[in-house]
C-alpha cells in the first residue's frame, strides 16, 4: 500500500530553528509537496521537489532524498505565525497525489 | 495568480436538503479539480476529481448519487451535497490545476466551504 509518515505534533521556540520529516513509500514518484493549512483554512503551496537536494525559499527549505524516500520541510527564524499544520505529499505513478496526515506544529514564544 | 473562490464560506442546513458549492478560477483555466473533505484535526481526504466536460472520477467510498459533481467550464466547478445528513458537516475544499502542460501537480486551493447539518 501507499503511505506517508509524519510526526503527528511537533513544539518549537519562536526564533529557533525545526525540521519537518516525511517518508514515504508509494507506487512511483512524480514529485513531493509541502503545504501549509492554518486551522479553520484550506492549505497554501509551500514547495515542490521532484529532483534530489535543497530547494531554499525565505526562511522555509525543503529537502529531498528520492532513494530513501524523505524528505524534510526547515523552517527558520519561526515567527508566532508559522503555527499551523504542514502537509506532505506525494504524486505516484498514476499521478494520484498522497496526502499525509499533517504535522501540527506549536510555535512558543 | 492563480486564484480559486468558493462560495458559500459557510453554510448551515437542515437535515435532507441539497446544498451547492461553487468553485471557481478567477484567473487561471483548470483543466481538472479536485474536491477535498477534511473532518476536525484530519487531513484531507480527496473524493473525487473532475475534467472539464467529463464525468468526475470518485474515489472509493464517495457515493456519486449523493456528492454531485459539474464541472462545466474551465473555471467553474460545483459539488451538490444531496439529502445532506449530520454525518455530512465537514470543511469542503476545492483545488484547480492549470491547463499549461508541467503544472499539472500543482494545485491551488479554494478557501473552503464549511457545512453544517442540523
Known amino acids: 500500500g501507499q503511505n506517508i509518515d509524519q510526526p503527528t505534533e511537533m513544539t518549537a521556540t519562536e526564533g529557533a530553528i525545526v525540521q519537518i520529516n516525511c517518508t514515504y513509500q508509494t507506487s512511483g514518484f512524480n514529485g513531493l509537496f509541502w503545504y501549509q493549512q492554518h486551522a479553520g483554512e484550506a492549505p497554501t503551496f509551500l514547495s515542490y521537489n521532484v529532483l534530489d537536494g535543497l530547494e531554499e525559499k525565505g526562511r522555509f527549505s525543503s529537502f529531498l532524498s528520492r532513494s530513501k524516500g524523505y524528505s524534510y520541510l526547515l523552517l527558520k527564524e519561526l515567527q508566532m505565525k508559522d503555527s499551523a499544520s504542514y502537509l506532505c505529499?506525494?504524486?505516484?505513478?498514476?499521478?494520484?497525489?498522497?496526502w499525509g496526515a499533517g504535522t501540527k506544529l506549536i510555535i512558543k514564544p | 495568480g492563480a486564484v480559486v473562490s468558493q462560495h458559500p464560506s459557510w453554510v448551515i442546513c437542515k437535515s435532507g436538503t441539497s446544498v451547492k458549492i461553487e468553485c471557481r478560477s478567477l484567473d487561471f483555466q483548470a483543466t481538472t479539480m479536485f474536491w477535498y473533505r477534511q473532518f476536525p484535526k484530519q487531513s484531507l481526504m480527496l473524493m473525487a476529481t473532475?475534467?472539464?466536460?467529463?464525468?468526475?472520477?470518485?474515489e472509493q467510498g464517495v457515493e456519486k448519487d449523493k456528492f454531485l459533481i459539474n464541472h462545466a467550464s474551465l473555471t467553474l466547478s460545483t459539488l451538490t451535497v444531496t439529502s445532506a445528513h449530520p454525518e455530512d458537516s465537514s470543511f469542503y475544499i476545492c483545488s484547480a490545476s492549470p491547463l499549461l502542460a508541467g503544472d499539472y501537480y500543482e494545485q491551488y486551493f479554494g478557501p473552503g466551504t464549511r457545512l453544517t447539518v442540523t
Open positions: 473532475s475534467n472539464e466536460g467529463s464525468k468526475a472520477t470518485y
Open positions: 505529499a506525494v504524486i505516484d505513478s498514476n499521478y494520484q497525489l498522497i
